[in-house]
């Protein structure tokens, strides 16, 4: 399974990064905006220097809802590097971007997923991920690992290669489910990631190990 973080953070991505396990990025205008990132110049800069910390793709969201729009942005951003994934949402227009993209050889990745269908729309339509947001389906009281399982299923039967991004990650244990499902990619925040490090027996044993040498007790 491969990880990407979920931040436009710059420090937090090369602390990802530098762990060694880190295969790619996803930002939003939302984690933009949190970085104080406004302004097309310094959204580009922005994506640029991302690009420079990551090897993996680097997934940049279309502001645009309109169809022309999303193809003249998303055209914009694949030239920043080959590792921008263009993001587009899951909207009528945003099905004819993917397959747009998908023509012209452009990496996109179909965001807020909720259902079944829209995951298959965005399949049909040639986008490289589809992201589903799970957090957002549970704080609603749904299910968003069901909704990861039925994708599975789905592009299991037809052989898409259309990859699941699990999104909106709130907990380690979303990213050990996302795993056991079989999710090709979860995007988390650094906490999440770096919280699988962490097991009470693991410090408690390491302790050990470091007192028994200090005291020669082998
Ligand atoms: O990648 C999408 C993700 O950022 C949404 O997460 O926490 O805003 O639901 P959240």
């Known amino acids: 399974m491969k990880f990407f973080i979920d931040t436009a953070n710059l420090e937090q991505i090369t602390e990802a990064q530098n762990l060694?396990?880190?295969d790619g990025v996803t930002t939003n205008p939302s984690l933009m905006a949190k970085e104080g990132i406004t302004g097309d110049s310094n959204i580009i800069s922005h994506y640029k220097k991302i690009c420079e910390i990551v090897d993996g793709d680097v997934s940049a969201e279309v502001i645009s809802t309109e169809f022309d729009g999303m193809v003249e942005?998303?055209?914009?951003?694949?030239k920043i590097s080959d590792q921008i994934v263009v993001k587009i949402p899951m909207t009528k227009n945003g099905v004819r971007a993917l397959k747009y993209f998908s023509n012209n050889n452009i990496k996109t990745n179909c965001t807020l997923i909720f259902s079944p269908g829209q995951a298959l729309l965005a399949a049909k339509?040639?986008?490289?991920?589809?992201s589903p947001f799970i957090g957002r389906l549970d704080d609603i009281s749904s299910d968003g690992l069901?909704?990861?399982?039925?994708?599975r299923q789905i592009f299991d039967n037809f052989n898409f290669k259309t990859e699941i991004l699990s999104a909106s990650i709130r907990h380690n244990m979303h990213i050990i489910d996302c795993a056991k499902i079989g999710s090709d990619v979860v995007t988390a925040?650094?906490?999440s990631i770096v919280g699988l490090l962490n097991h009470p027996l693991t410090d408690s044993g390491?302790?050990?190990f470091l007192d028994d040498h200090k005291k020669g007790n082998f």
């Open 20 to 22: 060694g396990i880190l």
């Open 73 to 78: 942005e998303g055209n914009r951003l694949s």
């Open 125 to 130: 339509s040639g986008a490289n991920y589809v």
């Open 146 to 151: 069901s909704l990861i399982s039925e994708i």
């Open 189 to 191: 925040p650094l906490s």
């Open 206 to 208: 390491l302790k050990k």
